[in-house]
């Protein structure tokens, strides 16, 4: 179930599910230790967190894409792990934390389904990650230059 807070924020659609799985290697080619695994991306969300399984979907795993970690999870069926993972509330609170959202969305207002919210520079390269550094745009695009930084290793220390 989703937070109030959340449902209350016009346009605020939490993830974009797919009706069929997609190749994580197709749509993630450049977080490759993922495409092994977890072969499916099912979907993700509006802060670029994915969600993928293996192929009989019964291991899944959320892609911190900011972090550069993932979460595995198990779950009899991609119904089960949403209602059981994803519309959890303390699993929302935890990756849609409201002094981040709240103003990201107020300031930006909703976007499209194939979008995501992002800061502006990206952490692992010097940004705050703040509210109002937040830009919005394509998650397949924001997602492979994610993956490109992370495969280039930490930025070097000055």
Do not use: N
């Not at 792990?81 to 300031?107: C, H, K, M, N, Y």
């Amino acid at each position: 179930m989703t937070q109030q807070w959340l449902a209350d924020l016009p346009g605020w659609a939490p993830f974009t599910f797919a009706s069929e799985p997609a190749p994580t290697a197709e749509m993630l080619p450049t977080w490759p230790r993922l495409h092994e695994p977890y072969p499916l991306v099912h979907g993700f969300s509006r802060l670029g967190h994915v969600v993928l399984s293996d192929e009989a979907q019964r291991r899944f795993c959320v892609l911190y894409p900011l972090e550069g970690g993932s979460k595995g999870y198990e779950a009899a069926s991609l119904d089960e792990l949403r209602r059981t993972v994803i519309d959890d509330r303390g699993f929302q609170s935890w990756i849609f934390p409201e002094a981040l959202v709240r103003p990201i969305v107020e300031r930006l207002g909703p976007i499209d389904a194939g979008a995501v919210y992002y800061p502006v520079p990206y952490p692992m390269i010097g940004g705050s990650g703040a509210p109002e550094t937040y830009s919005s745009g394509d998650v397949w695009v924001f997602l492979d230059i994610v993956g490109q930084l992370w495969m280039q290793g930490p930025p070097p220390r000055v």
